[in-house]
């Protein structure tokens, strides 16, 4: 428990769908001139640098944003995506990698808020400072599955909530249908961003179930892959499930996860799913 440390994948193909969906949702909220709250309760450490020894050592990011950093085909999600990236990359190399609590607090404003949630110890310290200045962020040491909830609905009446888990313990599949619940009798008109991984199918399956049934309407999913499903240990595809979805997002991704399917697939086996999960 408490092992999974972000550093080791940042950049990758996972980081680049949920990123590309997190900046399409945030751009759209951001139209709509009232205050934002939004919330992650995986925040990470915020910022990774490229050139460490963490993320050396299998170097993910060169199958995620380094395959799109000199493209000039990009979809506009996608380049809005690789825009955002570039401005932490001052120099024009591809050398630091900022996660979700970086990029939300780039695109929001001055009267937006933010609340981080981050359990690992030396995570959180790192986070801590990374985002310190800036007065609009609160970052909790503390698991925010179950301590963000308390924050719903927000003042604001307008919220994004980011739920990022690494599913490191099986059960977390349960606990997020559980906490989105909760989270959803609270403050039904949030969006909700859900990512997951797919490393055994059976998991995925239970949690779609699980969604379906839950009472909640409107969610939509995005998967993309890299290559077939495989019995052997590691993350062949992810997705994201997103509850009260912006509407222009489904027909976006539509036309996006074909092409990252074909630009990140591995050996040609890229694919994606693209669902309406539940209706409205």
């Known amino acids: 428990m408490l092992s999974y440390q972000h550093a080791y994948h940042a950049g990758n193909f996972a980081d680049a769908l949920k990123h590309v969906v997190l900046i399409h949702a945030l751009n759209y909220l951001k139209k709509k001139n009232k205050p934002l709250c939004y919330i992650d309760t995986h925040a990470g450490s915020g910022d990774y640098k490229l050139n460490s020894s963490e993320a050396q050592k299998n170097q993910e990011f060169q199958s995620g944003i380094g395959n799109l950093w000199q493209r000039e085909d990009l979809p506009a999600c996608v380049s809005d995506y ?100 909760d989270m959803h009798k609270r403050f039904a008109t949030g969006c909700y961003l859900l990512w997951y991984p797919v490393v055994a199918r059976k998991r995925n399956q239970y949690l779609e179930r699980a969604l379906q ?51 990140l697939g591995q050996d040609q086996q890229g694919l994606y799913r693209v669902e309406q999960l539940v209706s409205e």
Request: aromatic residues 6%.
């Open 82 to 181: 690789v825009k955002l990236i570039k401005q932490a990359n001052h120099s024009g190399q591809l050398l630091r990698y900022p996660g979700s609590p970086l990029i939300a607090s780039q695109m929001l404003g001055d009267k937006d808020r933010l609340f981080l949630y981050e359990l690992h110890t030396a995570e959180s310290r790192l986070l801590n400072e990374v985002v310190k200045k800036d007065k609009r962020i609160k970052v909790f040491r503390s698991n925010g599955l179950t301590d963000s909830l308390g924050l719903l609905p927000p003042k604001e009446n307008r919220g994004l909530i980011l739920i990022d888990p690494s599913y490191e313990i099986k059960n977390e599949y349960q606990t997020v249908v559980d906490v989105l619940k």
């Open 213 to 263: 049934i839950s009472g909640i309407k409107n969610i939509q999913l995005f998967e993309l892959g890299i290559q077939a499903d495989s019995d052997e240990h590691g993350m062949t595809a992810c997705g994201m499930i997103v509850i009260n979805p912006p509407w222009t997002l489904l027909g976006d991704m539509q036309q996006v996860l074909p092409w990252l399917a074909e630009a």
